[in-house]
């Protein structure tokens, strides 16, 4: 495949299919059960799923349309090369739409920015866009680089960028037109990148790299490493707080959530999670985190203010990707 080429044979005309107008419940949390394929819909305040869904096979990563009424699951798959993504009514709560993505395959990481959906196809070595209004695959390009997994946008949405574990680099790539694909730089970093995230205020992309324990923190402005943070074992997952002034850290291998102080580059806080953790969401208000558990079947709950436990939401079989209904 020219990786730099668009696949002009996935470009895909799916048919329409309407969305329920009513608004969502605020403060509801999504969460996929991986090895369930199904999603459970969590009233955050209580700490209960009130109901679960199945959606496609391996789902295990989730993103949310900022009105709250969409969502969207690539479908990674277990014994078989997945190809479809998942686009669940969550005001209906259900599934209303499978979105046929051959030739791509395996597609994982996944933003939503103003109707359009990005994930990566990790097999194809491409990133893609899918649009919902025309339920059709707009923009695709290639990468070059094998095992991309995670994904995450600019703030303006001018760039994507996506972690590339068996390459050991991070793509920065331009969003160019429809059927356009942009300029696309390689970063290299530290062993197996997998955990990505961008600050809210766009300049600097921290990346976690499961091989070798570290952290990258790359300057968006130049696309170039400026500092390396030795923090654990198998920082998996990153997100920053909406101020910009934390950002936390799931260790998979030494079961631990890290809480970094962004400006001191330093460790505040670590809290046992035993149990595989991985997945990690940060409320838009600042004031919770939760972390999957997935090998405990459990989310757990942070308060961002004290930095300790609250509480537990038990789950389905291996929850992992999550998503917030604002």
Known sequence: MNTRTLLTAGLLMLGSCGVMSQSPKPGTLLVLNKNDNTLS?????????????????????????ADGKLAYAPNYATKTHGHSLSVIDVVAQKEIRRVELSPLLRPHGVEERDGKVYFISELTRTVARYDYASDTLNWITGTGQDGGHMVVLTPDGKWIYTANRSSNTVSAIEIGETGSPGKIFQIATGSRPEGIDISPDGKELWVGNTGDGSIDIIDVSSNRIKQRLTVGKVPIRIKFTPDGKRVLVSDNGAAELLVIDAQKREVIKRLKAEGSPVGLLVTPDGKRAFIARSGANLISVVDLGTLDFVGDIRTGNNPDGMAWVK
């Open 41 to 65: 819909f969590v009233d955050a305040d209580a700490l209960k799923v009130v109901k679960t869904i199945p959606v496609g096979e391996g789902s295990h990563e989730l993103a949310v349309s």
